[in-house]
Structure formats: structure tokens, C-alpha cells
């Protein structure tokens, strides 16, 4: 029983298997100036996709830091709170999380 399982699945996976690999091949003979065009589109989006999740990371790693930078620097202004109110200080520390925000939107790779 588990013989004929196996048997009718692999019959089935070279069935499927050599009907694209037929329909590919008489599609390019039929029609061959479409598939050029076909090919060329399916690169082109491949392409994008893969600059798409290149740019995804790496605003991500940017946004991350970024937050990092800015959470240090609140709670630093947390702790010392006393030390920049003697100084009047408030507007420098919100000038430099400001800065601190503006990280993720600059450099776009």
C-alpha cells in the first residue's frame, strides 16, 4: 500500500513536471517574439521585487538605529532632567531627538 502511494505521487510529479517543461517548450516555438517580451517583463519584475526587499532592510536596519538614538538620548534627558532644566537646556535636547527622528527619512540606498 505505501509502495503504490509513493509509486502514484512520483508518477504524478513527473507527470506535472514534464507538462510545463512540454508547454514551455512548445509555447517558445509557437510563439516566440511573446515569450521574449514574457521573459523580459518576468526579469524586470524580479528585478524590482529584489531592489524592493533590499530597500525594506536596510530602511529597517536605518529606522532601528534611529530609534535606538532616540530612546537614549529621551532617557538620558529622563535622568537628567534637573541638570537641563538649571540649564535651559529643553530646546537643544528636543533640537538634537529631532535630529535623532530624522535619521530614517535621509539616505535612501
Given amino acids: 500500500m ?16 514534464s507538462g510545463v517543461a512540454l508547454a514551455v517548450i512548445l509555447s517558445l516555438a509557437l510563439s516566440w517574439r511573446l515569450d521574449l517580451v514574457a ?7 524580479i528585478r524590482a521585487f529584489y531592489l524592493k526587499a533590499k530597500m525594506m532592510t536596510s530602511m529597517s536596519k536605518k529606522m532601528l538605529q534611529s530609534q ?8 538620558e534627558a529622563v535622568g537628567n532632567h534637573r541638570i537641563i ?17 530624522i535619521g530614517t527619512t535621509v539616505d535612501y540606498p
Avoid: G, P
Avoid at 505505501?2 to 513536471?17: M, P, T, Y
Avoid at 521573459?39 to 519584475?45: F, G, N, Y
Fill in 2 to 17: 505505501a509502495r503504490s502511494l509513493v509509486a502514484c505521487r512520483l508518477a504524478f510529479q513527473v507527470q506535472s513536471i
Fill in 85 to 101: 532644566t538649571a540649564f535651559y537646556s529643553q530646546e537643544k535636547v528636543m533640537t538634537l531627538f529631532k535630529e535623532a527622528q
Fill in 68 to 75: 535606538n538614538r532616540s530612546n537614549e538620548l529621551a532617557s
Fill in 39 to 45: 521573459v523580459a517583463i518576468q526579469t524586470a519584475a
